[in-house]
């Protein structure tokens, strides 16, 4: 972690001057990481509570344990509501994915292979659903092609999610990606 994060937790926790830690300390000391940090802040409270642990603090586990399933499934959730998940052209595809590779990254830097593998299930059940849409008569051309160019990268992501950020700058150069999103250049 950030010694800078780091620093400010324990300053935070001792300024609240309480005994132990439990979900609320956990919580207030998420908010001033995120006030002082911004996006960068966001620490779950596993990791905040680590923290505190080296430093000599209490921990209420059970609380602990609990504050942390729901920040990660809020997190999961987030990705998959429908204002984040609308996958309606290419640049919010790709923002998405990229979101989705950012999550996988985290999780594994958390040593979370429950939540990783939560994640995974989740894509794979979009890929499915993508695929569907790639087949269906009610939607445009250009929808099918792209919910099937999507459903394609996700596959990739499935497969090797290290290789997948290399893997789609080089696919966005194929002639055939060109061909079928960039847009006709006038002459």
Do not use: C
């Amino acid at each position: 972690m950030d010694p800078k994060k780091e620093q400010l937790i324990v300053v935070v926790w001792a300024g609240l001057g309480r005994e132990s830690v439990g979900a609320a300390e956990l919580e207030l000391i998420q908010q001033a990481l995120l006030e002082r940090f911004g996006v960068k802040g966001s620490e779950s409270p596993a990791s905040i509570a680590r923290t505190l642990a080296d430093h000599g603090a209490r921990l209420e586990h059970p609380e602990i344990l609990e504050a942390d399933v729901r920040w990660r499934e809020s997190k999961m959730f987030a990705l998959f509501s429908p204002e984040e998940l609308n996958l309606a052209t290419l640049e919010d595809a790709t923002a998405w994915v990229e979101k989705v590779g950012a999550l996988q990254r985290q999780f594994e830097s958390e040593k979370n292979p429950v939540a990783v593998e939560q994640l995974r299930t989740r894509v794979l059940q979009i890929r499915v659903e993508l695929e569907a849409v790639a087949t269906s008569p009610r939607v445009t051309n250009e929808q099918r092609e792209l919910a099937a160019e999507v459903a394609d990268w996700l596959m990739i992501w499935l497969q090797n999610p290290g290789i997948f950020a290399d893997w789609l700058g080089l696919r966005r150069v194929t002639p055939d990606f060109l061909n079928r999103f960039e847009p006709q250049k006038s002459t």
